[in-house]
């Protein structure tokens, strides 16, 4: 008796790890980008005006850099959000800020604290894909434009 209450303890303990998906592929470039001072970018990452504010894909990157910034306590990042062009460039600085914003509180309720995590967004002010004007850009330029960085931080 004693011992299927010690396994089923056990096996309480182990789902919620199994549960947790890690990106291995993620894991391996926030290595080399820490080693190597360059960013990295999470492009599709899809976030919703209302919770669950990430869809699986971006929710299971997000565990996999908490994963990663828990295991190298003296890490810190910073987020950097950005948009594409359309929508006027106001709305487009709002809402990057509003979705970097997001990001960071859900890093920080997963335990990182505030001094290891901080974010911006800048909207429009920084393309990977210049095109002028607006119109001449592609689906795919506006997708490459839309961007999460994580920079790491000395």
Same mark, same amino acid.
């Given at each position: 008796?004693?011992?299927?209450?010690?396994?089923?303890?056990?096996?309480?303990? @182990?789902?919620?790890?199994?549960?947790?998906?890690?990106?291995?592929?993620?894991?391996?470039?926030?290595?080399?980008?820490?080693?190597?001072?360059?960013?990295?970018?999470?492009?599709?990452?899809?976030?919703?005006?209302?919770?669950?504010?990430?869809? +699986?894909?971006?929710?299971?990157?997000?565990?996999?850099?908490?994963?990663?910034?828990?295991?190298?306590?003296?890490?810190?990042?910073?987020? +950097?959000?950005?948009?594409?062009?359309?929508?006027?460039?106001?709305?487009?600085?709002?809402?990057?800020?509003?979705?970097?914003?997001?990001?960071?509180?859900?890093?920080? +309720? =997963?335990?990182?604290?505030?001094?290891? /995590?901080?974010?911006?967004?800048?909207?429009?002010?920084?393309?990977?894909?210049?095109?002028?004007?607006?119109?001449?850009?592609?689906?795919?330029?506006? +997708?490459?434009? =839309?961007? @999460?960085?994580? /920079?790491?931080?000395?």
């Amino acid at each position: 008796m004693r011992i299927s209450i010690f396994l089923l303890l056990l096996w309480a303990s @182990v789902i919620p790890i199994f549960a947790q998906k890690i990106d291995s592929l993620l894991l391996l470039e926030l290595n080399e980008s820490m080693s190597n001072h360059t960013p990295i970018v999470l492009h599709d990452f899809v976030i919703y005006s209302a919770p669950p504010y990430f869809d +699986q894909k971006g929710e299971d990157q997000l565990r996999t850099i908490v994963s990663f910034l828990q295991g190298n306590n003296k890490i810190r990042i910073h987020i +950097q959000r950005h948009s594409d062009c359309r929508g006027t460039e106001n709305y487009n600085l709002k809402l990057s800020q509003w979705e970097a914003g997001k990001i960071q509180d859900w890093l920080r +309720q =997963r335990g990182l604290s505030e001094d290891r /995590v901080n974010a911006s967004g800048f909207g429009e002010i920084a393309p990977k894909i210049s095109c002028t004007p607006c119109s001449r850009c592609t689906d795919e330029d506006h +997708q490459r434009n =839309r961007r @999460v960085e994580i /920079v790491f931080v000395r």
